[in-house]
């Protein structure tokens, strides 16, 4: 403690001297140079700390503990060599740790060796050199003064490395800027496979679960045929992606719930039942139920599902002032997806009439742009979509599109889209032509 105030004492004079911007440039050199070459000598041991590192030993426990406690002992040795006072009373230390035997080596039964490192010295240069030369990781028992990076270790070209080649953890090579080994596997191209080779490789794979899924589907129809009868269903479809397992399940919950609430539920005669992603009814007016929701929420939805039809008799309706706000264009419904849903549909239709009205009455439609749109034809698609002239000629609107930004548009794709149309329809004619020859 004695000594510690008068070091700090011995600081404090040095700071009350005049010049104290060289007292301060002088510390601060002195702990650059340190810094340094400390650093310059724990770069020159990565290669040892990677070959004794615990994480690569885990088949072998003994052996890692054994490194795993070496390591903290050297970390620490190497800590105190950094002080000039406290080196000088280190007593010699004496390590001992496991690498992996290369060929020509003598090794234990586990392919491990065992390496005996003593330090005695009083700097970390001379601790350095003893570690790197002791672990046969360093050719050379001197390391340059300024760049220990050129140090020559060997590798495993020379013999002393493995004699197979190792693939380590992605950091490893990151850190150390080495390339890593390339596998055969990604280096040969991959052929590519056709349809009848796939198929003959996989059809007794196929036929192996279809057996085994036979008694499930079986019982899936069952329970499907019975709903149909029960209920009036006109049909039961399962658009999901999920195996028939889980529509076995989704019948079973659905069969127990309409029991249960029976004279809560309206009549389901000469509709489609339909288990999917979605909750609500869809444009063609089928009953659609989420599959992953609780019978709870489907109960609900149930007794409801009759206000659904009103939003379907509207979508007409908004139609029609869709096409007028926008010069008479024909509003098509979308058919790529697999269902579309009668309130989300007509929320997108709202979406871009409230935008054009509002467009027509701060700002008139372009004096170029056409007066009547009616041989063109729009899709009101999801806020994701992109705004876009598909290949058939139609325009595909987006529900978040702007009514300055889809009337712009409009105005330059309009030769181009009535090309489209003509050409979609030419094929058309020509390729059902075609499909009626083979079947007369």
Request: charged share 20%.
């Amino acid at each position: 403690m004695y000594g510690m105030n008068n070091r700090f004492c011995s600081f404090k004079r040095l700071l009350a001297l005049k010049n104290v911007g060289w007292v301060k440039s002088m510390i601060l050199h002195h702990h650059r140079t340190f810094s340094s070459t400390t650093g310059e000598f724990l770069t020159a041991l990565r290669p040892f700390y990677f070959a004794v590192h615990p994480d690569f030993f885990g088949r072998f426990p003994r052996e890692r503990a054994i490194n795993e406690n070496s390591l903290k002992e050297l970390s620490s040795y190497l800590g105190y060599l950094q002080d000039t006072k406290l080196g000088k009373l280190l007593k010699p230390l004496h390590l001992t740790f496991y690498l992996r035997a290369s060929k020509g080596e003598d090794a234990s039964l586990s392919g491990l060796r065992s390496v005996e490192i003593r330090l005695k010295s009083c700097d970390v240069r001379t601790a350095v050199e003893s570690v790197l030369s002791s672990s046969g990781l360093c050719e050379s028992r001197s390391l340059p003064d300024t760049h220990i990076e050129k140090s020559v270790f060997r590798s495993s070209v020379t013999g002393a490395g493995p004699d197979r080649p190792i693939k380590w953890d992605p950091t490893y090579y990151t850190y150390t800027g080495f390339q890593p080994p390339i596998s055969e596997a990604y280096s040969r191209p991959k052929k590519a496979e056709t349809l009848r080779p796939w198929l003959s490789k996989n059809i007794a794979q196929a036929c192996k679960l279809r057996d085994l899924s036979e008694p499930s589907r079986a019982e899936t129809d069952l329970l499907r045929i019975r709903l149909q009868k029960e209920l009036g269903l006109q049909d039961v479809v399962w658009d999901c992606s999920w195996s028939v397992a889980y529509f076995r399940v989704c019948l079973h919950r659905f069969y127990q719930v309409y029991h249960e609430h029976k004279n809560s539920i309206p009549s389901l005669t000469g509709r489609t039942l339909m288990f999917s992603d979605w909750m609500g009814v869809s444009l063609d007016g089928h009953v659609v139920l989420d599959r992953s929701e609780v019978p709870t929420n489907w109960f609900n939805h149930l007794k409801s599902f009759k206000q659904w039809d009103s939003v379907l008799e509207q979508l007409s309706d908004t139609e029609k002032l869709l096409s007028s706000a926008l010069c008479g264009i024909q509003v098509i419904r979308p058919l790529n997806q697999a269902i579309n849903m009668g309130m989300v549909y007509s929320q997108r239709l709202l979406k871009l009439v409230t935008s054009l009205v509002s467009f027509v009455r701060a700002n008139c439609f372009p004096e170029s742009f056409a007066k009547s749109l009616k041989d063109l034809n729009l899709v009101a698609e999801s806020e994701s979509a992109a705004l876009k002239l598909s290949t058939t000629g139609q325009f595909v609107v987006p529900a978040s599109c702007s009514a300055e930004v889809l009337v712009n548009f409009i105005h330059r794709n309009k030769a181009e889209a009535q090309t489209r149309q003509s050409e979609h329809q030419r094929y058309n004619g020509f390729f059902f032509r075609n499909v009626n020859k083979l079947y007369t």
